[in-house]
């Protein structure tokens, strides 16, 4: 088993940062992706960006430019860096993990962003 846990959201002004950390934690697992997803009120669950094991990232168009993804293999940690936010960036973020065993995907608590004056 996985466990995902994200740290790092809170309350900004537009045009601020923030920076969204997860770390994963457990026994008998390797990650071949790792991501962030985010999810407003009344709204599906979407991808904002991902990380391949090999280190390919891949955004959502409306984040290109302003977030950006790292990861660390060793120590099965990923990164969200949240520059120039919007308000329309307001939404819990999720870690997500993928593995090629069974249950194959995890999930962490969520975080809150709020992008707010």
């Known amino acids: 088993q996985v466990q995902l846990v994200e740290s790092g959201g809170g309350l900004v002004q537009p045009g601020g940062s923030l920076r969204l950390s997860c770390a994963a934690s457990?026994?008998?697992?390797?990650?071949?992706?790792m991501g962030w997803y985010r999810q407003a009120p009344g709204k599906q669950r979407d991808l904002v960006a991902t990380i391949t094991r090999g280190g390919t990232t891949n955004y959502v168009d409306s984040v290109k430019g302003r977030f950006t993804i790292s990861g660390d293999n060793a120590k099965n940690t990923v990164s969200l860096q949240m520059n120039s936010l919007k308000p329309e960036d307001t939404a819990v973020y999720y870690c997500?993990?993928?593995?090629?065993?069974?249950?194959?995907?995890?999930w962490g608590q969520g975080t809150q962003v709020t992008v707010s004056s």
């Open positions: 457990g026994s008998g697992f390797i990650i071949y992706v």
């Open positions: 997500n993990a993928k593995t090629r065993r069974a249950p194959y995907n995890y």
